[in-house]
């Protein structure tokens, strides 16, 4: 059998976001900056607003056409560029739905049963009994990452068991249906290197513990935030993650938005204590997202605007998606 290896496609990346509520700077530093750097430097980028993974934990809201345009504001704010990215949802793509149907035939239960990530969601949701959506949404996310050929996959440390899944679907369907010439590369994962943000609460920041500062959120909004973050009682301002979470979580926001080291950040402060530190972040804070705030509020106004976004992104997404389909009709002799 041939080696293979995803030499043999053309760099693209694909990520995504559920469309369940504002991004924050959690996003911002752990992601969203790493996306836009990769559109700079000319690689082709999809981003898909991801709806119908949404339903795996809740019904859809009537609050989702909302929720959809607040993530295209996010992700146009901060500097995704729909000239040269493609922004779209999984409703939008039919193409990319069917694929689902064939992957399901390549994943045993036991495999789907073992996923971490999906028996933590679970347990944090509070379902009695699993849904086929939750058990097998990594499978259609593998359809989101394959649908494109993508190469690679921007993500969370939470989402590896998810590309994992994914690798092992594209070689099992390579290995099955076209074993001279793969449909399917193998992606790789691309993790962040930027150290973890907590939140205000010393969990990880995240919209669903409540504890995040949103891009969206205004500057006062941001310094009675940043007021009840928790600190210690150590005047002299260090940087010890391990020993002083609350502080070291400050310091650590401000020098990503200063973009310094948070050493030197930590030294700065000194003996100036918590009150200084809080201070130093709430600027830094309300600095570093002026730009993205009033970019952001300037799109809210034109809702028009970035459903056009959307709607265009997806007929671009469904091209390169019928494209596929056209592919794998063929390997899996379907297409009489
Ligand atoms: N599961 C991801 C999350 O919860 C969102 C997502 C959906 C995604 N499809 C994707 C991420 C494809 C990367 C690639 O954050």
């Known amino acids: 059998m041939?080696?293979?290896?995803?030499?043999?496609?053309?760099?693209?990346?694909?990520?995504?976001?559920?469309?369940?509520?504002?991004?924050?700077l959690g996003h911002l530093f752990g992601t969203l900056q790493n996306r836009v750097r990769l559109q700079d430097e000319g690689l082709d980028l999809l981003v898909l607003v991801a709806d119908y993974q949404t339903i795996t934990d809740r019904d859809s809201p009537a609050s989702l056409p909302q929720d959809v345009e607040e993530l295209i504001a996010d992700y146009l704010a901060v500097g995704i560029d729909p000239a040269r990215s493609t922004i779209f949802a999984h409703s939008l793509v039919p193409e990319l739905n069917q694929l689902l149907l064939p992957f399901l035939s390549l994943v045993t239960l036991p495999e789907l049963l073992r996923n971490p990530t999906v028996k933590e969601e679970a347990a944090a949701s509070g379902m009695t009994a699993l849904n086929g959506l939750m058990?097998?949404?990594p499978v259609h996310q593998a359809a989101d990452i394959l649908f494109c050929q993508a190469t690679i996959v921007p993500v969370g440390a939470d989402q590896l068991p998810h590309v994992e899944q994914t690798r092992m679907i594209?070689?099992?369907?390579?290995?099955?249906?076209?074993?001279?010439?793969?449909?399917?590369?193998?992606?790789?994962?691309?993790?962040?290197?930027a150290p973890v943000l907590l939140g205000l609460?010393?969990?990880?920041?995240?919209?669903?513990?409540?504890?995040a500062i949103?891009?969206?959120a205004g500057s006062d909004e941001t310094a009675a935030l940043l007021r009840r973050a928790k600190t210690d009682s150590d005047p002299n301002i260090t940087y010890d993650p391990a020993a002083r979470p609350g502080v070291?979580?400050?310091?650590?926001?401000?020098?990503?938005?200063?973009?310094?080291?948070?050493?030197?950040?930590?030294?700065?402060?000194?003996?100036?204590?918590?009150?200084?530190?809080?201070?130093?972040?709430?600027?830094?804070?309300n600095e570093r997202l002026r730009p993205i705030r009033e970019r952001r509020a300037e799109l809210m106004r034109d809702r028009g605007y970035l459903r056009t976004i959307l709607r265009d992104g997806s007929a671009h997404a469904r091209g390169i998606a019928a494209e596929t389909l056209r592919q794998v009709t063929a390997a899996m002799h379907t297409n009489y």
């Open 214 to 216: 949103t891009l969206a």
């Open 170 to 193: 594209a070689r099992r369907f390579n290995r099955r249906y076209a074993p001279e010439r793969p449909v399917f590369p193998e992606p790789e994962a691309m993790l962040s290197d």
């Open 201 to 211: 609460d010393g969990r990880k920041m995240s919209k669903s513990r409540n504890n």
């Open 135 to 137: 058990l097998t949404y």
């Open 248 to 285: 070291s979580n400050l310091v650590l926001l401000t020098a990503l938005c200063e973009e310094l080291d948070p050493r030197e950040v930590a030294e700065q402060i000194g003996g100036r204590g918590a009150a200084e530190l809080k201070r130093r972040t709430t600027e830094a804070v």
């Open 2 to 24: 041939p080696e293979q290896t995803t030499s043999a496609f053309l760099p693209r990346v694909l990520t995504g976001d559920r469309p369940t509520g504002q991004l924050h």
